[in-house]
């Protein structure tokens, strides 16, 4: 199969998003250290250049955050080259596959992370980025924002305007939603 790899900038300005021709992971995984890298081979070479300073995968792309003082003109072939090399010698994204977990709690919780899951996942994973569901607690929803989510800009108005909408409106029992990696 020959590999295709293509950019796509996305809202936070310190991540790029290398989006390849071929399913990498089912769901998604964040390595947002390079000691959090161990168990993914693929992290693990990302992490060897200088200037990374993040790495996340979602289905069919790889989200990077630079270092700061890197410019994306310098070090972006350097990166669509080394992907692509990545992906063809099939470089493994995890040692280990997690499983798919089931949704639990009350059901209002149930209703949220399917929410979560159904609708907002895939709008969020455009953007290179990760949300997976923490809490559900007296009204207030925690979420977890990874990849490029994690402290970008308009992620709060995401949360906010977009996600916290949605909920209060599929599930009466919502009030707020809150990021923990905000």
């Not at 796509?8 to 769901?27: H, R, S």
């Not at 996942?121 to 607690?137: C, T």
Request: aromatic share 8%; glycine share 6%.
């Amino acid at each position: 199969m020959n590999i295709n790899v293509y950019t796509e900038a996305t809202p936070n300005p310190a991540t790029m998003k290398f989006i390849v021709n071929k399913l990498l992971i089912n769901g998604s995984v964040d390595y947002a250290t390079k000691e959090s890298a161990e168990k993914s081979p693929f992290a693990k070479e990302l992490y060897k250049f200088s200037f990374v300073n993040g790495v996340f995968f979602a289905s069919n792309f790889v989200t990077v955050t630079k270092t700061e003082g890197t410019e994306w003109e310098d070090i972006e072939p350097i990166l669509k080259e080394f992907v692509k090399g990545a992906v063809e010698s099939e470089l493994k994204v995890q040692e280990e596959v997690q499983e798919e977990v089931a949704f639990e709690g009350t059901e209002a919780e149930v209703k949220i992370q399917q929410i979560l899951h159904d609708y907002v996942r895939p709008a969020v994973e455009q953007d290179g980025g990760a949300i997976s569901y923490k809490s559900f607690n007296e009204g207030v929803v925690t979420v977890e924002l990874r990849g490029s989510c994690s402290g970008c800009p308009s992620s709060t108005i995401t949360l906010k305007a977009g996600i916290e909408n949605l909920l209060k409106r599929m599930v009466p029992e919502v009030q707020e939603v809150v990021s923990e990696a905000l």
